[in-house]
Structures are given as structure tokens and as C-alpha cells.
């Protein structure tokens, strides 16, 4: 079994900068990419950013510019969003796409979600 734990949500002013933190465990073969999603009240879950088990990265166009995924050796993903804007309100979601063996197919598993709320 697999499991996400998120950290790093919670108020920030506008403008500031926050820095979420996902960390994946279980049984994990290999890793495909891991990345971020968010969902505000009323709107469907949408891509903030990914990276992939090569490191290549991609951002949405709403955050490029102000955002930064990371990954550790491990199974660690790290997004860095700077200059925040109260439209950046929203639960945001851990991703992971991982293989549990060598040859099994690519599970995906969603994180519990960490709430960010942007005030003006």
C-alpha cells in the first residue's frame, strides 16, 4: 500500500510565499513523476506542476514564472509558490505516479489534500 503525506498549507498574506511538502511511502518500485494539483470551492482539480522521474518539470500557465518543483533522492516532492494572489486559494493535492514492481503497470495515488488560503 501506498501513502502521501502533504504538509505546508495553511494563511499567508498576498504576495508571500509558501512551500508545500509530499512525501510518498510504501511499496514504491520506481517512480514515473510526482506533482501538484489544486482545487478551489466550485472549480474542477487542476495541474499546478509535475516533475518526472528525469527531472523534467512543467508548470501551468497560471504559476510560471513564480513556482518551483522539486524532488528529493527519495520519494520526496517539494513545490515552492512565490508571489501568491488570493486566486491561489485553494486545496492542493499531492499526485504520484509510480510503479510497484518492475513490471507492473503505473498506479496513480492522490494525496489527502492541504488546504492554502491567500488573503489581501
Known amino acids: 500500500q501506498v501513502q502521501l503525506v502533504e504538509s505546508g498549507g495553511g494563511s499567508v498574506q498576498a504576495g508571500g510565499s509558501l512551500e508545500l511538502s509530499c512525501t510518498a511511502s510504501?511499496?514504491?518500485?520506481?517512480?514515473?513523476?510526482m506533482g501538484w494539483y489544486r482545487q478551489a470551492p466550485g472549480n474542477s482539480r487542476e495541474l499546478v506542476a509535475t516533475?518526472?522521474?528525469?527531472?523534467?518539470t512543467q508548470y501551468t500557465h497560471f504559476v510560471k514564472g513564480r513556482c518551483t518543483i522539486s524532488r528529493d533522492a527519495g520519494y520526496t516532492v517539494n513545490l515552492r509558490l512565490n508571489n501568491l494572489k488570493t486566486e491561489d486559494t485553494a486545496t492542493y493535492y499531492c499526485h504520484l505516479e509510480y510503479k510497484s514492481t518492475r513490471h507492473s503497470p503505473e498506479w496513480q495515488k492522490w494525496g489527502p489534500g492541504t488546504l492554502v488560503t491567500v488573503s489581501s
Open positions: 510504501g511499496s514504491i518500485y520506481s517512480i514515473v513523476a
Open positions: 516533475i518526472a522521474r528525469d527531472g523534467r
